[in-house]
């Protein structure tokens, strides 16, 4: 499964600003995409995963129908020329 339709699958995953963990480790990363203005940001997130205690710290946001995680260093360097991924007040819990 590509990414695009697995980022597709998970779009309604958060719900009351939360999001599960199991699925939060299944979110594709968006790396870099076409576009930026057409990423929308959806909330910061840091989690520590409980299996493979993988740290995720970063945000996750939508674009092109789907829902992405984006690394703290990645969003770090979008925010010096767009302040939507600097400036992310809103935290997504992960149950």
């Given at each position: 499964?590509?990414?695009?339709?697995?980022?597709?699958?998970?779009?309604?995953?958060?719900?009351?600003?939360?999001?599960?963990?199991?699925?939060?480790?299944?979110?594709?990363?968006l790396v870099t995409c076409a576009d930026?203005?057409?990423?929308?940001?959806?909330?910061?997130?840091?989690y520590v995963s409980q299996r493979t205690?993988?740290?995720?710290?970063?945000?996750?946001?939508?674009?092109?129908?789907?829902?992405?995680?984006?690394?703290?260093?990645?969003?770090?360097?979008?925010?010096?020329?767009?302040?939507?991924?600097?400036?992310?007040?809103?935290?997504?819990?992960?149950?």
């Amino acid at each position: 499964m590509d990414a695009a339709a697995l980022a597709k699958m998970y779009v309604d995953a958060i719900k009351n600003d939360s999001i599960e963990g199991a699925t939060l480790t299944k979110l594709p990363e968006l790396v870099t995409c076409a576009d930026w203005k057409k990423v929308e940001v959806v909330g910061r997130v840091n989690y520590v995963s409980q299996r493979t205690k993988i740290i995720y710290d970063g945000i996750i946001v939508k674009y092109a129908g789907g829902l992405y995680y984006v690394r703290k260093k990645v969003a770090e360097t979008l925010g010096q020329f767009d302040r939507r991924f600097s400036k992310v007040s809103k935290e997504i819990k992960v149950l």
